[in-house]
Nanobody, 121 residues
Framework: VQLQASGGGLVQAGGSLRLSCTASGFTFSNYAMGWFRQAPGKERDFVAVISWSDSITYYLDSVKGRFTISRDNAKNTMYLQMNSLKPEDTAVYYC???????????????WGQGTLVTVSS
């Protein structure tokens, strides 16, 4: 099983980035997928989750209206479009696979490695 996150980088406040998470080694379309982030010196936090069918999403309050989670089951890939980025969004972003409700609580079957997002003021 492998979850490969990519797309992080350095961006100015107000800018945008799109993260990708490509999965292999399991049946991607059977799993809900989620994004999490860990800021320096802090615990890892839930950011967003999407159901296996792409029909249900849920977001951390502070990213609602700015971030959009999506998936393409044909490509075994999940995305996080991040707009209007703020310095407080700076973190290592991780993708994960599991069941919808446990993912909202930070419980996942599989975790990927992180990709660093840095937002400068």
């Amino acid at each position: 099983v492998q979850l490969q996150a990519s797309g992080g980088g350095l961006v100015q406040a107000g800018g945008s980035l799109r993260l990708s998470c490509t999965a292999s080694g399991f049946t991607f379309s059977n799993y809900a997928m989620g994004w999490f982030r860990q800021a320096p010196g802090k615990e890892r936090d839930f950011v967003a989750v999407i159901s296996w069918s792409d029909s249900i999403t849920y977001y951390l309050d502070s990213v609602k209206g700015r971030f959009t989670i999506s998936r393409d089951n044909a490509k075994n890939t999940m995305y996080l479009q991040m707009n209007s980025l703020k310095p407080e969004d700076t973190a290592v972003y991780y993708c994960a696979a599991g069941s919808y409700h446990p993912l909202r609580l930070g419980v996942a079957d599989y975790w990927g490695q992180g990709t660093l997002v840095t937002v400068s003021s």
